[in-house]
Protein backbone atom coordinates (compact mmCIF):
# COMPACT_ATOMS: atom_id res chain seq x y z
CA UNK A 1 0.00 0.00 0.00
CA UNK A 2 3.01 2.14 -0.01
CA UNK A 3 3.71 4.21 -3.32
CA UNK A 4 7.47 5.08 -4.47
CA UNK A 5 8.26 7.51 -7.58
CA UNK A 6 11.48 8.99 -9.21
CA UNK A 7 11.81 11.71 -11.36
CA UNK A 8 11.65 15.36 -11.51
CA UNK A 9 10.53 16.53 -8.27
CA UNK A 10 10.54 21.03 -9.09
CA UNK A 11 6.87 20.64 -8.35
CA UNK A 12 7.02 18.43 -5.32
CA UNK A 13 5.47 15.58 -7.57
CA UNK A 14 7.93 13.14 -5.87
CA UNK A 15 5.47 13.80 -2.71
CA UNK A 16 8.27 12.96 -0.53
CA UNK A 17 8.48 15.98 1.15
CA UNK A 18 11.17 17.44 -0.45
CA UNK A 19 11.90 19.18 -3.81
CA UNK A 20 14.83 17.20 -5.01
CA UNK A 21 14.78 15.34 -7.92
CA UNK A 22 15.46 11.51 -8.23
CA UNK A 23 17.33 9.59 -11.26
CA UNK A 24 18.72 6.77 -9.75
CA UNK A 25 16.31 5.19 -7.40
CA UNK A 26 13.19 5.78 -6.06
CA UNK A 27 11.85 7.73 -3.23
CA UNK A 28 8.74 6.81 -0.96
CA UNK A 29 5.53 9.43 -0.81
CA UNK A 30 5.14 10.11 2.33
CA UNK A 31 2.42 8.82 4.65
CA UNK A 32 0.63 7.02 2.08
CA UNK A 33 0.54 3.05 3.14
CA UNK A 34 -2.98 1.84 1.86
CA UNK A 35 -3.41 3.05 -1.50
CA UNK A 36 -4.89 0.52 -3.85
CA UNK A 37 -4.42 2.80 -6.94
CA UNK A 38 -2.26 5.84 -8.25
CA UNK A 39 -3.10 8.43 -11.51
CA UNK A 40 -0.35 11.00 -12.51
CA UNK A 41 -1.18 13.89 -13.96
CA UNK A 42 1.55 16.37 -16.09
CA UNK A 43 2.83 17.91 -12.69
CA UNK A 44 1.03 15.69 -9.73
CA UNK A 45 -0.33 12.38 -8.61
CA UNK A 46 -3.31 11.24 -6.63
CA UNK A 47 -3.69 8.09 -4.70
CA UNK A 48 -6.83 6.12 -3.58
CA UNK A 49 -6.62 4.69 -0.25
CA UNK A 50 -8.76 1.73 1.30
CA UNK A 51 -10.84 3.75 3.15
CA UNK A 52 -12.02 5.98 0.10
CA UNK A 53 -10.23 9.23 0.80
CA UNK A 54 -7.70 10.85 -2.10
CA UNK A 55 -5.05 12.19 -1.34
CA UNK A 56 -2.57 14.29 -4.03
CA UNK A 57 0.38 15.51 -4.29
CA UNK A 58 2.64 18.50 -6.48
CA UNK A 59 1.70 21.40 -8.38
CA UNK A 60 -1.49 22.84 -7.33
CA UNK A 61 -1.50 25.73 -9.96
CA UNK A 62 -4.72 24.50 -11.30
CA UNK A 63 -6.12 23.32 -8.32
CA UNK A 64 -5.21 19.75 -9.18
CA UNK A 65 -5.12 18.74 -5.89
CA UNK A 66 -8.24 19.73 -4.44
CA UNK A 67 -7.70 20.90 -1.15
CA UNK A 68 -9.15 24.06 -1.42
CA UNK A 69 -5.93 26.17 -2.29
CA UNK A 70 -3.79 27.03 -5.02
CA UNK A 71 -0.57 26.16 -3.12
CA UNK A 72 2.12 23.54 -4.84
CA UNK A 73 2.81 20.51 -1.88
CA UNK A 74 5.41 17.95 -1.69
CA UNK A 75 3.28 15.89 0.37
CA UNK A 76 0.23 14.27 0.16
CA UNK A 77 -2.50 16.49 1.19
CA UNK A 78 -6.60 15.79 1.12
CA UNK A 79 -8.81 16.07 -1.73
CA UNK A 80 -11.76 17.31 -0.27
CA UNK A 81 -14.40 15.50 -1.26
CA UNK A 82 -17.85 15.31 0.49
CA UNK A 83 -17.88 11.45 1.66
CA UNK A 84 -14.62 9.20 2.23
CA UNK A 85 -16.36 6.73 -0.41
CA UNK A 86 -14.08 7.17 -3.62
CA UNK A 87 -14.31 4.27 -5.41
CA UNK A 88 -11.86 5.28 -8.57
CA UNK A 89 -9.83 8.34 -9.31
CA UNK A 90 -8.63 9.58 -13.13
CA UNK A 91 -5.64 11.74 -13.60
CA UNK A 92 -4.61 13.69 -16.59
CA UNK A 93 -2.64 16.81 -17.15
CA UNK A 94 -3.77 18.67 -14.53
CA UNK A 95 -7.70 17.75 -13.77
CA UNK A 96 -8.32 14.94 -11.60
CA UNK A 97 -11.45 13.52 -10.42
CA UNK A 98 -13.05 10.65 -8.22
CA UNK A 99 -16.32 8.61 -8.50
CA UNK A 100 -18.13 7.80 -5.70
CA UNK A 101 -19.60 4.46 -4.33
CA UNK A 102 -22.88 5.98 -5.46
CA UNK A 103 -21.73 6.57 -9.11
CA UNK A 104 -21.76 10.82 -8.79
CA UNK A 105 -18.20 12.42 -10.24
CA UNK A 106 -16.04 15.16 -8.85
CA UNK A 107 -13.85 16.77 -10.22
CA UNK A 108 -11.23 19.47 -9.81
CA UNK A 109 -8.19 21.24 -11.31
CA UNK A 110 -8.38 22.59 -14.67
CA UNK A 111 -11.51 23.69 -16.57
CA UNK A 112 -10.12 24.65 -19.97
CA UNK A 113 -13.73 25.30 -21.97
CA UNK A 114 -15.31 23.73 -19.56
CA UNK A 115 -14.15 20.41 -19.45
CA UNK A 116 -14.67 19.64 -16.18
CA UNK A 117 -18.11 21.51 -15.28
CA UNK A 118 -19.56 20.29 -18.63
CA UNK A 119 -21.03 24.22 -18.48
CA UNK A 120 -19.61 27.54 -20.20
CA UNK A 121 -17.76 28.06 -17.02
CA UNK A 122 -14.28 28.02 -17.57
CA UNK A 123 -12.81 28.69 -14.13
CA UNK A 124 -10.82 26.48 -12.76
CA UNK A 125 -11.52 24.42 -9.63
CA UNK A 126 -9.41 23.95 -6.40
CA UNK A 127 -11.77 21.61 -4.33
CA UNK A 128 -13.96 19.30 -5.43
CA UNK A 129 -17.12 20.25 -7.34
CA UNK A 130 -19.81 17.51 -8.59
CA UNK A 131 -20.41 16.74 -12.05
CA UNK A 132 -24.10 17.15 -12.52
CA UNK A 133 -24.32 16.62 -15.89
CA UNK A 134 -23.72 12.73 -16.16
CA UNK A 135 -24.85 10.14 -13.38
CA UNK A 136 -23.67 6.59 -12.84
CA UNK A 137 -19.70 6.99 -14.00
CA UNK A 138 -17.62 4.60 -14.15
CA UNK A 139 -14.62 6.27 -16.17
CA UNK A 140 -13.64 10.30 -16.69
CA UNK A 141 -10.49 10.62 -18.67
CA UNK A 142 -9.35 13.91 -20.23
CA UNK A 143 -7.88 15.81 -23.10
CA UNK A 144 -6.28 19.13 -23.68
CA UNK A 145 -9.94 20.71 -23.65
CA UNK A 146 -12.57 18.22 -24.01
CA UNK A 147 -13.11 15.25 -21.08
CA UNK A 148 -14.83 11.71 -22.23
CA UNK A 149 -16.90 9.78 -19.75
CA UNK A 150 -18.17 6.37 -19.45
CA UNK A 151 -21.29 5.04 -17.53
CA UNK A 152 -21.97 2.25 -16.56
CA UNK A 153 -24.38 1.10 -19.03
CA UNK A 154 -21.72 1.53 -21.86
CA UNK A 155 -22.72 4.99 -23.52
CA UNK A 156 -20.01 7.93 -24.03
CA UNK A 157 -20.52 11.20 -22.92
CA UNK A 158 -18.06 13.69 -23.94
CA UNK A 159 -17.90 17.99 -22.70
CA UNK A 160 -15.88 20.83 -23.53
CA UNK A 161 -14.44 22.55 -26.86
CA UNK A 162 -15.25 20.17 -29.75
CA UNK A 163 -12.55 21.54 -32.67
CA UNK A 164 -14.47 21.30 -35.93
CA UNK A 165 -12.24 19.17 -37.72
CA UNK A 166 -12.02 17.18 -35.09
CA UNK A 167 -15.51 16.34 -33.53
CA UNK A 168 -13.87 14.61 -30.26
CA UNK A 169 -18.13 14.54 -28.87
CA UNK A 170 -18.63 11.97 -31.70
CA UNK A 171 -22.23 13.29 -32.28
CA UNK A 172 -23.09 14.36 -35.82
CA UNK A 173 -25.42 17.47 -35.10
CA UNK A 174 -23.26 18.77 -33.07
CA UNK A 175 -20.55 19.00 -35.78
CA UNK A 176 -23.14 20.10 -38.18
CA UNK A 177 -23.94 23.04 -35.71
CA UNK A 178 -20.71 23.92 -35.36
CA UNK A 179 -20.00 23.63 -39.46
CA UNK A 180 -22.13 26.90 -39.38
CA UNK A 181 -20.38 29.07 -37.23
CA UNK A 182 -17.50 31.03 -37.90
CA UNK A 183 -15.63 30.10 -35.01
CA UNK A 184 -13.42 26.79 -35.63
CA UNK A 185 -14.26 25.67 -31.52
CA UNK A 186 -17.47 26.07 -29.68
CA UNK A 187 -18.45 24.98 -25.94
CA UNK A 188 -20.96 21.57 -25.78
CA UNK A 189 -22.48 23.46 -23.02
CA UNK A 190 -23.72 19.90 -21.11
CA UNK A 191 -22.70 16.28 -21.88
CA UNK A 192 -23.11 15.29 -25.46
CA UNK A 193 -23.80 11.67 -26.01
CA UNK A 194 -21.68 10.11 -28.66
CA UNK A 195 -23.22 8.34 -32.07
CA UNK A 196 -21.92 5.27 -32.15
CA UNK A 197 -21.82 2.18 -29.94
CA UNK A 198 -24.12 3.43 -27.29
CA UNK A 199 -23.81 0.32 -24.53
CA UNK A 200 -21.18 -1.35 -25.80
CA UNK A 201 -18.17 0.77 -24.34
CA UNK A 202 -16.04 -0.67 -21.26
CA UNK A 203 -13.44 1.47 -21.03
CA UNK A 204 -12.12 5.20 -22.04
CA UNK A 205 -9.95 7.18 -22.19
CA UNK A 206 -8.64 10.81 -23.84
CA UNK A 207 -5.61 12.41 -25.22
CA UNK A 208 -5.03 16.04 -25.82
CA UNK A 209 -7.64 16.01 -29.08
CA UNK A 210 -8.79 12.30 -29.13
CA UNK A 211 -10.89 10.19 -27.39
CA UNK A 212 -10.57 6.37 -27.26
CA UNK A 213 -13.14 3.30 -26.57
CA UNK A 214 -12.54 -0.42 -26.16
CA UNK A 215 -15.40 -2.43 -26.78
CA UNK A 216 -16.98 -5.32 -25.62
CA UNK A 217 -15.48 -7.05 -28.22
CA UNK A 218 -11.99 -6.11 -27.87
CA UNK A 219 -11.88 -3.81 -30.54
CA UNK A 220 -10.57 -0.16 -29.85
CA UNK A 221 -12.33 2.67 -31.28
CA UNK A 222 -10.94 6.17 -32.00
CA UNK A 223 -12.06 9.48 -33.11
CA UNK A 224 -10.18 13.34 -33.21
CA UNK A 225 -6.55 14.09 -34.15
CA UNK A 226 -4.87 11.90 -36.71
CA UNK A 227 -2.42 14.03 -37.90
CA UNK A 228 0.08 10.79 -36.77
CA UNK A 229 -2.19 8.28 -37.54
CA UNK A 230 -3.46 7.59 -33.96
CA UNK A 231 -6.69 6.22 -35.17
CA UNK A 232 -5.81 4.98 -38.46
CA UNK A 233 -2.73 4.66 -40.51
CA UNK A 234 -4.15 3.32 -43.75
CA UNK A 235 -2.40 6.43 -45.55
CA UNK A 236 -5.29 7.61 -47.21
CA UNK A 237 -6.43 9.56 -44.09
CA UNK A 238 -3.33 10.60 -42.00
CA UNK A 239 -2.99 14.33 -41.61
CA UNK A 240 -7.00 14.31 -41.94
CA UNK A 241 -8.57 14.09 -38.31
CA UNK A 242 -11.59 11.30 -38.26
CA UNK A 243 -14.89 13.13 -37.21
CA UNK A 244 -16.97 9.60 -36.83
CA UNK A 245 -15.06 6.41 -34.41
CA UNK A 246 -13.13 4.21 -36.02
CA UNK A 247 -12.22 0.81 -35.24
CA UNK A 248 -8.46 1.26 -35.46
CA UNK A 249 -6.75 -1.70 -37.13
CA UNK A 250 -4.48 -4.50 -36.50
CA UNK A 251 -5.60 -4.15 -32.76
Excluded at 174 to 192: D, K, L, R
Excluded at 196 to 216: I, K, P, W
Aim: proline share 2%; glycine share 12%.
Amino acid sequence: GTVRTRGANYNGQLGDGTGNNENSGTVQVSGITTATKIAVGQYHACALLTNGQVWCWGNNSQGSLGDGTYNNSNSPVQAGLPTDTAVDIFVNGTTSAAVLANGKVYTWGSNLQSKAKCTTNTVKINSPRELTAVTNVKQIDFGTFHSVILTNDGNVYTCGTVSSTSNVSGNAAFAAYMAGIPSTQEFTNGAILMDDYQGRVVEVRATGYNSFMLLDNGSLACIGDNEYGQCNNDGSTMSTDQLTPIIIPDL
